[in-house]
C-alpha cells in the first residue's frame, strides 16, 4: 500500500505517477493528532493519501460523519462531560425548554430509554462558562495536591518530565475543549453560548441528554461509587462506557443531520482548532492521553456493544460489573474483569503515602500501555497490554524519594513471563527502577528521577492511542459483519500486529481497499483466532 503523508488539500493529481485524479466525494473525518481529513486514490497505481479538509468558499458538497475522536478536537479535549457530585435537591422545569424539545425527542428515540422529566439547559456567556466549570471541579487546593501526587507518580512511570504542571495543564485541557456539560448535582445541562442554537451547541446537546437519559435511568453517582470502590473493575473504564455511549448517540444524532448541517459541523470544528491548539499548546501528549482515555476508547468499545445486541447490550454493561481498563485493548471482557492482585508489602524503611482515592491501589492496563509506549517500541507495547491481566500498586516514599511498587500478573504465566521481559528492557531506560519474577507474576520498583525526568515524545504517544483506538474501531467494524465479539477481538488483535495493518490504522488509509496480502491474512487471522481465542497473546 503505497502512501504520503497529509497533503494541505485534495490533489488534482497523484503524487506518485502523475495522473489526473478525481475530486474527493467521501466522508471526512476528524483523526487524533492530525485534524478533519479525508481520503483519496490513483485509480492508476494504486496509491493512497491522506489530505487536509480545507474549507473553501466555493467546494462540493461532502457527507460528513463525526467519528469516534471528535470529542478531543485537538488533545483529548471534551465535548461534553458528567460533573458527579450530589448534594443539593434538584429543580426540574415541567417541560422542556421549545429549542431543546427536538434534541430531547430525538436522543429518547437514538438511545431507546425515556426521559422522566426534563430538565434546565442554561445557555452561558463562555466566561460564565468557564468560571462553572472551573468552580464544579471541587477544592482547588484538594485538586492540586492530588496533582502534585499524581505527577510524581507519572514521573515513577516515565511519563512526565519534572518541568511539567499538572494542574495547568488539566485546566488548559478542560477551559478549551468544553462545549457543554451535565451536572449531576444539580440536575442541570449547561452549555457555553447564549446566541443563536448552533449545529455544533444541538450536537453536544445530544451527547449531554444522553447523560441525562442515563443518570435519570441508572443513576450514575450510584454506579459510579460502585466502580470506585470496586477490587476489579475502576472508574475510568466505567466513565468510558458513559462518555463512549453518549458519543455513539452524538454521532448518530450527526448522521441524521441533513447533508448542509453536517458540513456545516465539520466546517465549525476546523474554526474550532487554532483557539482549541494555542490554549493547549503546552499540554504534553501523555496528559491529554490520561485525561481523555474514556473519551477515546469509549465510542469504539460501545459500538463494538452495540453491534453484538444493541442498546440493550450497552446497556447490560453500564448496569453490569464495573469493568477494567483491559476493555480499552479488549472490548469483549466489559464482564471479565478480575479482582487485583494483593498490594505489595513494604520494607521497614519504606514509607506509604496516604491514599487520595479508593483507586489508589490499582494499576490499570491502559497506565501499563503508556508507560511502555512512551520508552519501547510501539507493537511491544501492544502486545503487552494484550498480555496483561490485572495489577495493583502501592505509593510510597524511600531516600526521600517518591516510588511504586506495582504486582502485575498476565493473562497466563507464559504471559508474566513476557510481561517480566519487556519491564526488564522499560526498567534499563529509568535511573531508580528494577523488576522481579515471582511465583505469581511480575513485581516492579520505580522511584521519581526528579529532575532527569523527561516528557514522553508527543507523536509517540498519539501514535500508541491512534493504534489502540484504532484495532478497537477494526473490532467494531467485523463484530458488525457480523462476527462474535471474541472472534473480532482476536482476529483484530492477531492483524495490528503486521505493519501493514497498523500502518493503515496510523496513516489514515483505513481498510477499505485491502490489498491482496492484507485479505489474506484477514483469512489466516480468522482460521486461528477460531481454532484459539487467545492467538496473539503473548
Not at 440536575?187 to 449531554?208: F, I, N, S, W
Not at 442498546?311 to 466489559?334: C, E, H, L, M, Q
Request: hydrophobic share 40%; glycine share 8%; charged share 25%.
Amino acid at each position: 500500500m503505497q502512501t504520503v503523508p497529509p497533503t494541505a488539500g485534495p490533489l488534482a493529481a497523484c503524487p506518485h505517477c502523475g495522473a489526473r485524479v478525481a475530486k474527493p466525494t467521501g466522508p471526512v473525518r476528524f483523526e487524533y493528532g492530525v485534524g478533519v481529513v479525508g481520503n483519496q486514490r490513483c485509480d492508476k497505481c494504486g496509491a493512497n493519501w491522506r489530505y487536509q479538509w480545507q474549507d473553501r468558499k466555493t467546494r462540493r458538497r461532502r457527507g460528513f460523519l463525526f467519528p469516534a475522536f471528535v470529542v478531543l478536537l485537538v488533545a483529548a479535549i471534551v465535548v461534553g462531560a458528567v460533573a458527579l457530585a450530589s448534594s443539593r435537591e434538584p429543580d426540574y422545569p415541567t417541560a422542556w425548554n421549545a429549542r431543546i424539545r427536538p434534541i430531547a425527542t430525538r436522543v429518547e428515540t437514538l438511545r431507546g430509554l425515556s426521559f422522566q422529566h426534563p430538565v434546565k439547559v442554561n445557555f452561558l456567556a463562555p466566561s460564565e462558562f468557564e468560571s462553572r466549570l472551573a468552580a464544579d471541579t471541587g477544592d482547588a487546593a484538594d485538586r492540586r495536591r492530588q496533582a502534585e501526587r499524581t505527577a510524581a507518580l507519572m514521573r515513577t512511570m516515565g511519563l512526565l518530565g519534572a518541568d511539567v504542571d499538572l494542574t495547568r495543564a488539566e485546566n488548559a485541557i478542560r477551559a478549551a475543549g468544553t462545549l457543554a456539560y451535565y451536572d449531576d448535582d444539580t440536575k442541570q445541562v449547561y452549555v457555553r453560548g447564549t446566541g443563536p442554537l448552533t449545529v455544533d451547541q444541538r450536537v453536544a446537546l445530544a451527547h449531554e441528554l444522553t447523560h441525562v437519559l442515563q443518570d435519570q435511568v441508572y443513576d450514575l453517582n450510584k454506579l459510579s461509587r460502585r466502580a470506585r470502590e470496586s477490587d476489579s473493575g475502576s472508574l475510568d473504564a466505567f466513565e468510558a462506557l458513559v462518555e463512549g455511549d453518549a458519543t455513539r448517540v452524538q454521532d448518530l444524532y450527526v448522521a441524521g443531520l441533513p447533508p448542509a448541517e453536517r458540513d456545516d459541523y465539520a466546517r465549525r470544528a476546523l474554526a474550532a482548532q487554532p483557539a482549541t491548539q494555542e490554549r493547549t499548546a503546552d499540554v504534553p501528549a501523555v496528559v491529554s492521553a490520561a485525561f481523555g482515555a474514556p473519551h477515546v476508547f469509549g465510542e469504539p468499545v460501545t459500538q463494538v456493544l452495540a453491534a453484538e445486541g444493541g442498546n440493550a447490550s450497552v446497556d447490560a454493561a453500564i448496569d453490569g460489573p464495573p469493568p477494567s481498563t483491559r476493555i480499552y485493548f479488549d472490548p469483549g471482557a466489559v464482564k471479565q474483569a478480575k479482582p487485583i492482585p494483593p498490594v505489595p508489602d513494604l520494607d521497614d524503611d519504606e514509607q506509604r503515602l496516604p491514599a487520595l482515592d479508593d483507586r489508589d491501589d490499582h494499576f490499570d492496563n491502559f497506565t501499563f500501555y503508556l508507560m511502555l509506549a512512551a520508552k519501547l517500541d510501539l507493537p511491544t507495547a501492544l502486545r503487552a497490554a494484550d498480555a496483561f491481566s490485572t495489577g495493583s500498586q502501592v505509593a510510597y516514599t524511600s531516600g526521600g524519594r517518591t516510588c511504586l511498587r506495582a504486582a502485575i500478573n498476565g493473562v497466563t504465566r507464559a504471559s508474566s513471563r513476557y510481561l517480566y521481559d519487556v519491564l526488564g528492557r522499560w526498567t534499563a531506560t529509568m535511573p531508580h527502577a528494577g523488576v522481579s519474577f515471582t511465583a505469581t507474576g511480575v513485581l516492579l520498583n520505580s522511584c521519581d528521577p526528579g529532575d532527569r525526568a523527561t516528557t514522553p515524545d508527543n507523536a509517540r504517544i498519539q501514535r500508541a492511542v491512534r493504534v489502540a483506538a484504532g484495532r478497537d474501531e477494526l473490532v467494531g467494524a467485523l463484530a458488525r459483519q457480523p462476527l462474535p465479539i471474541g472472534l473480532a477481538v482476536c482476529a483484530a488483535r492477531v492483524l495490528v500486529q503486521q505493519p501493514e495493518f497498523r500502518d493503515a490504522i496510523l496513516d489514515g488509509t483505513g481498510f477499505d481497499r485491502p490489498t491482496p496480502a492484507m485479505v489474506q491474512a484477514s483469512a489466516d487471522a480468522g482460521q486461528a483466532c477460531r481454532a484459539d481465542p487467545k492467538t496473539g497473546v503473548p
